[in-house]
């Protein structure tokens, strides 16, 4: 739980950190969680028509994925203008509904990664298990479900433990400072070991779709675009967990490093529904039919300038 003098705030500053360089903190967090939200509520919004819009989209279940992944981005950045603009303005609210509303970015928090490394065990078997693919896709669901049920009730029961251990008077207590209950040992430790295992799973599903490239001579010189696509998924993944991880493990970081800290993360998760999504051909090729008509010839200069760097559809991770 976060002490009452506000020197901790979601681990990204040092115990020498003043009341006032966190409320700037938390006002810069504010406004960049509302622009994120602005760009990927847009964004969001092309991928789910799109996908919704298309029988042979929404069919499959990356892009399923992929629209969840999306929603979960956009709810991270709307919870964070909520949780955060508490914090600027100091509205007295009750501590209870402070780690409520941290509870449910967090849970948001882990679903962007869990839902990144569903997609990639998800193309992972269709490119080298093709023929028991709906088998393997049947029995690695029901797993990864089992433990998206476990990150997601883990803020919840932290939590409860919280509200157990103190009295109830200091639970329902008014709380400016807008604390949180998962910031003990045992609840950054779990995030940890969840941010590793997810990690390790991307990597060891993009390794095996390299491997399995490199055989069938996908990954040859001439397929540029499907090198592209593993080089920038792996930046985008290693630009998400390492701010993460700082965050997590309360490495000590001044103001300046916070901020450039907290904007790498912010990022990262922005720019994931052009990265997984408009990025892809199958989406992107599909996008006019949904468009207003005002916004076609925006539509024709992009597609003419990323024509060279769309992932094509076997190799849209």
Known sequence: MRSSNGSVQAGLTNSSTTLEQLKTLDTIKTYVFLGAFLVTGLLTCLILVTVFGTRALKQKSYYILLCQHCACVTGFNVVGVMLHGLRVRQVTVPR????????????????????????????????????????????????????????????????????????????????????????????????????????????????????????????????????????????????????????????????????????????????????????CYDIWSRLPMFLPQFLLPLWNWCDWSMSKTLAAPASCL
């Open 96 to 279: 209870l509904v402070c780690w409520l509303i941290f509870d449910v970015q967090v849970a948001l928090g882990r679903c962007l990664v869990i839902t990144l490394t569903l997609m990639a065990i998800n193309v992972s078997l269709s490119v080298c298990c093709p023929l028991h693919y709906r088998e393997l896709r049947r029995r690695g669901c029901c797993a990864m479900l089992m433990a998206w049920i476990v990150a997601l009730l883990n803020p919840v029961l932290f939590t409860i433990l919280a509200c157990v251990q103190s009295p109830w008077e200091n639970v329902v207590v008014p709380d400016t400072l807008c604390s949180t209950a998962l910031d003990g040992f045992a609840a950054r430790v779990s995030s940890l070991a969840l941010l590793c295992l997810l990690s390790l799973l991307f990597i060891v599903s993009y390794v095996a779709i390299c491997v399995e490239g490199c055989k069938a001579g996908h990954f040859s010189g001439s397929n540029k675009k499907a090198q592209r696509t593993i080089c920038i998924h792996t930046l985008q993944l290693s630009l998400h967990i390492l701010p993460a991880f700082i965050i997590i493990a309360r490495v000590p970081l001044d103001l300046t490093g916070s901020i450039v800290n907290f904007l790498m993360l912010l990022v990262a998760q922005s720019i994931s529904p052009f990265v997984y999504g408009l990025r």
